[in-house]
């Protein structure tokens, strides 16, 4: 897809009463392909090497649209659907891959400097912080791990998210069993700069040990130590034990979700 038509795309949502499109910059889909392009749909598609699945984005005038132009299609996800479509997905044979809802923390004042004794991952072990993830696959709706290129990628790239790092956890062999990824973002916001947690894996062998909890606050001081305020993560909603976990944290559900769909 050429910049020059994603800028276009970009330009015209304001047609659409719902696309998938508001956070999603050239960079994250300069290979994927601008399939349709009408007054009624624009549907974007291509590979998201993160989710390992095609990927579609889209801005239509009614859910109609979306699945007269996919429904023929097979193991793909499209991101975004409003709460009140999907029942019509669901009835055309989609399925809910996940729904997420936004936990923010509003300030950091209760997190100690914990980063003192924290280990980062560095890139050399990129590999087997993928393991780690990818051994909680499953666990959650949506959660499909991460590839070590991705991995690399996240603490090399330059981007918005600022201070990007992997924390880690590892027992007595000194092997990996923890991570959790974070950065800080909103520098210039009026209500300072906030600490996101990115996701947290821990091996199922070393589950409801403390781990997830030790990571997230060795994260969160970290952040505040380059300046974070408040905090957010995500989680989707039938991951009961880990949303139990953040709120213990001082994390607060906010109103809005993020409902996925897909088709196998």
């Not at 015209?12 to 009463?17: E, I, Q, V």
């Not at 004042?109 to 280990?119: F, L, Q, R, W, Y």
Request: net charge negative; with cysteine; hydrophobic share 35%.
């Amino acid at each position: 897809m050429k910049e020059e038509a994603f800028i276009k795309v970009k330009e015209a949502l304001g047609n659409y009463p719902h696309h998938s499109l508001t956070y999603t910059e050239f960079e994250d889909i300069a290979d994927y392909e601008l399939l349709i392009e009408t007054e009624e749909l624009i549907l974007i598609g291509g590979f998201n090497r993160e989710a390992d699945s095609r990927h579609y984005h889209w801005a239509a005038e009614s859910p109609q649209k979306v699945i007269e132009a996919t429904r023929m299609e097979h193991n793909f996800y499209l991101e975004f659907i409003p709460e009140e479509w999907v029942d019509t997905f669901t009835q055309a044979g989609y399925l809910v891959r996940d729904k997420f809802r936004d936990y923010t923390k509003p300030d950091l004042s209760d997190i100690n400097n914990e980063h003192s004794h924290t280990e980062f991952l560095q890139v050399d072990e990129s590999l087997k912080a993928a393991e780690v993830t990818m051994s909680c696959k499953g666990q959650s709706r949506g959660f499909t791990g991460q590839t070590h290129e991705w991995i690399e990628e996240w603490l090399t790239k330059t981007e918005d998210i600022i201070h990007k790092a992997v924390v880690l956890e590892r027992n007595d062999e000194k092997e990996i069993v923890g991570v959790c990824f974070t950065g800080v973002y909103g520098i210039n916001s009026q209500k300072g700069p906030v600490a996101w947690i990115r996701e947290v894996a821990v091996h199922p062998d070393y589950q409801s040990k403390g781990i997830g909890r030790r990571l997230i606050k060795q994260a969160l001081s970290h952040c505040k130590s380059h300046g974070a305020v408040r905090a957010f993560l995500a989680a989707d909603e039938c991951n009961v034990n880990a949303i139990h976990l953040y709120k213990s944290l001082g994390f607060q559900p906010d109103a809005d979700t993020q409902i996925d769909i897909m088709r196998e």
